[in-house]
């Protein structure tokens, strides 16, 4: 799967020339896929960017514990001054991370990643 998830995160870079980022994160912190567009700057380096992937898996396992009532999550944005952070999670194991320039097209790009990730699960 790790090849379609490289595929899936040049198209995500390729989708909206305000994303900055695309990239899967394992249950470990660890990137399997993705990285930056080119010649954009990073905002973050080293272990920032380490402390970022660790933050979005903490939360959402945080929210995984309201699942029972609220439903699992579907996706989440973040937004700060210089850049807005979207995660998706994959499954238990894997979540995809996306930063964009503020007051990027969220929603359009929510529903490209669903769109893509459904299309892979039926074709397993």
């Not at 929210?63 to 944005?77: D, Q, R, W």
């Amino acid at each position: 799967m790790t090849s379609n998830y490289e595929e899936l995160t040049k198209q995500v870079l390729d989708l909206d020339p305000q994303v900055r980022f695309a990239g899967i994160a394992n249950s470990k912190g660890e990137m399997i896929a993705g990285g930056h567009k080119e010649n954009v700057e990073k905002m973050l380096q080293g272990d920032e960017i380490n402390m970022s992937i660790h933050y979005a898996l903490q939360k959402r396992d945080l929210y995984t514990n309201l699942a029972y009532k609220i439903g699992s999550e579907k996706s989440s944005i973040t937004e700060y001054e210089l850049v807005s952070m979207i995660s998706i999670p994959i499954n238990s194991n894997e979540l995809f991370l996306i930063s964009t320039e503020p007051r990027a097209d969220y929603l359009k790009i929510i529903d490209f990643i669903h769109a893509k990730l459904d299309a892979q699960k039926n074709n397993e």
